[in-house]
């Protein structure tokens, strides 16, 4: 239901799911993928009040069980609900957080995608800019890494469009030209130092 956008019906299969495995005793962990679920399902209907909660027992669970891959998944729907309430600065620190565990994980993939993520919230704070520049070295290490270009949800592409095609329309012809120019060629672990060190700083 969900992947051919059947959001009624898919959100009572998730809801389903999560209250079935709980009536019959299974373990917890067996639940994540509906939780999941439910958190990306209300974030693409921008119904955001419960998420805030469902994303935090999400890493909570898989902080209990050590699963650093279901972490992520909480940081990542943490990230998305700020965002999606317009707490830009929040947002930002979120997806470098969440940008942080993926690194330190492993999870090259993920990488790009909390990167993308910072860089809407950075176009919402008016950074714009940056904004470009650092969706710029998200792509461009999407390439190098041989991932699907369009292989989105429909969800996060409209949220890219809105926030990044804003920033784009607010740069010159010029601007946008060096900002998309120095993303393409910056070495991405070095532009995640830079980025991470931000996070660092605002920690301190």
């Known amino acids: 239901h969900h992947s051919a956008g059947e959001s009624p019906p898919a959100l009572r299969a998730f809801e389903q799911s999560l209250a079935l495995r709980k009536q019959a005793g299974a373990p917890e962990l067996e639940g994540f993928a509906a939780l999941a679920g439910l958190c990306e399902l209300l974030i693409a209907l921008g119904e955001i009040e419960r998420v805030e909660s469902m994303a935090r027992e999400l890493y909570e669970l898989g902080s209990r069980y050590g699963n650093r891959w279901i972490q992520g998944y909480g940081l990542h729907y943490l990230a998305d609900r700020a965002l999606l309430a317009g707490d830009y600065a929040e947002g930002e620190r979120r997806y470098r957080r969440a940008l942080a565990h993926a690194r330190n994980s492993g999870f090259v993939a993920e990488c790009p995608t909390e990167l993308a993520g910072a860089a809407m919230s950075a176009a919402g704070l008016g950074d714009h800019a940056r904004a470009v520049r650092l969706v710029a ?68």
């Open 137 to 204: 070295a998200a792509n461009a290490r999407r390439a190098a890494l041989g991932l699907n270009p369009g292989g989105f949800p429909d969800w996060w592409i409209k949220l890219q469009e809105r926030h990044i095609g804003g920033a784009r329309d607010q740069l010159t012809p010029e601007q946008l030209e060096a900002a998309e120019r120095a993303g393409r060629e910056a070495d991405f672990e070095a532009l995640l130092d830079e980025v991470l060190a931000a996070e660092a700083e605002a920690d301190a």
